[in-house]
C-alpha cells in the first residue's frame, strides 16, 4: 500500500473516498467539513440526514459513510474526532478510532485510493504534532493488514504538510 503525503484542497483530489472531519450532527460545519458540504452539493446533506433519522447522527471516533455528491471522489467517509482536552480523556485513542474506523468502512465498500485530512487540528485543537503521529502510526498499522491501493494525507497548511512529510520519508 502507497502512503504519501500532499499540500492541497481534499475537495479536488481524485481517489474513491474522502474522508470528511465532521461533527457528531453530521449537518455540516466549518473548516474541511463546511467544504466539503459546499463543493460536494445537497446530496451528501440528504445522505447525512438519512443517517441522522435512523441512528441519530455519528459518536467521536465513529466514522459513516455517504455519496460524494458533485465531488470528484465516490464516497465521502465522515468521521468525528475528539475536542483536545490535553490528553485527559483519551483522544489518542479516539483519534486512532477515527482512523480505523475510517479505513473499516473503506474496506468494507470496496475502495481502494482514500483521503485523509488532518483530523482535529483545526477548530477542535488538537496538537498537529501528535496528531500526524496518531494518523501515520494507525494508517501504517492498518496496512500491514488489509490491502488498499493508495492512502493519502492531504494538508491544507505547510505545518501539518512539514510533519507528515517527516514522518513518511524513511530518514525523517
Known sequence: MEIEV??????????????????TSLLGGGGVDGAIH?????S?????YAIRNKQGGCD???????????LPAKYVIHTVGPVWN????DEDLLLESCYKQSL??????GVKTIAFPNISTGIYRYPKD????V???TVQAFSEKEKLDRVIFVCFDDENYALYNRLLTPEG
Open 6 to 23: 500532499i499540500k492541497g484542497d481534499i475537495t479536488e483530489i481524485q481517489v474513491d473516498a474522502i474522508v470528511n472531519a465532521a461533527n
Open 104 to 109: 473499516a468502512l473503506a474496506v468494507a465498500n
Open 44 to 48: 451528501i446533506l440528504e445522505a447525512c
Open 86 to 89: 490535553h490528553g485527559n480523556n
Open 60 to 70: 467521536v471516533g465513529e466514522a459513516v459513510i455517504t455519496t460524494a455528491g458533485k
Open 38 to 42: 459546499r463543493k460536494g452539493g445537497p
Open 135 to 137: 494518523a501515520v502510526s
Open 130 to 133: 501528535k496528531a500526524a503521529v
